[in-house]
């Protein structure tokens, strides 16, 4: 069974940056993908960024590219999130959620960031940007 910690969640201003956390104990890092995910009050839960747990094909959304930079350090078997430039309109629960890659021949792929992709889920930590 894979299960997700998720940590590094606060308050920050407009401008600032944090790191959140999911540690994977245990997971077979060259079978999955590593996603985060934010719900924001009030709105339905979205894809953020994603990565193979191997450390390959980091994925970003639009409103997040440039500014969020996705890494797995697997000595500590860990998928880092790092935000910078944050922004109110980041303020929101994040989860983190793993799924075995698509294989698809010889070749594997991270999974689109559609909720139902992903089968297992961290707790969520609160990310809250002040203006």
């Known amino acids: 069974d894979v299960q997700l910690q998720a940590s590094g969640g606060g308050l920050v201003q407009s401008g600032g940056s944090l790191t959140l956390s999911c540690a994977a104990p245990?997971?077979?890092?060259?079978?999955?993908?590593i996603g985060w995910f934010r719900q924001a009050p009030g709105k339905k839960r979205e894809g953020v960024s994603s990565?193979?747990?191997?450390?390959?094909?980091?994925y970003y959304v639009d409103s997040v590219k440039g500014r969020f930079t996705i890494s797995s350090d697997r000595a500590k078997n860990t998928v880092l999130l790092q935000m910078n430039s944050l922004k109110p309109e980041d303020t929101a629960v994040y989860y983190c959620?793993?799924?075995?890659?698509?294989?698809?021949?010889?070749?594997?792929?991270?999974?689109?960031?559609?909720?139902?992709?992903?089968?297992?889920w961290g707790q969520g930590t609160l990310v809250t940007v002040s203006s």
């Open positions: 245990g997971l077979a890092y060259g079978d999955y993908a």
């Open positions: 959620a793993a799924a075995r890659l698509i294989a698809a021949g010889l070749l594997k792929f991270v999974p689109g960031l559609d909720d139902e992709k992903w089968h297992y």
């Open positions: 990565i193979a747990a191997s450390g390959d094909m980091p």
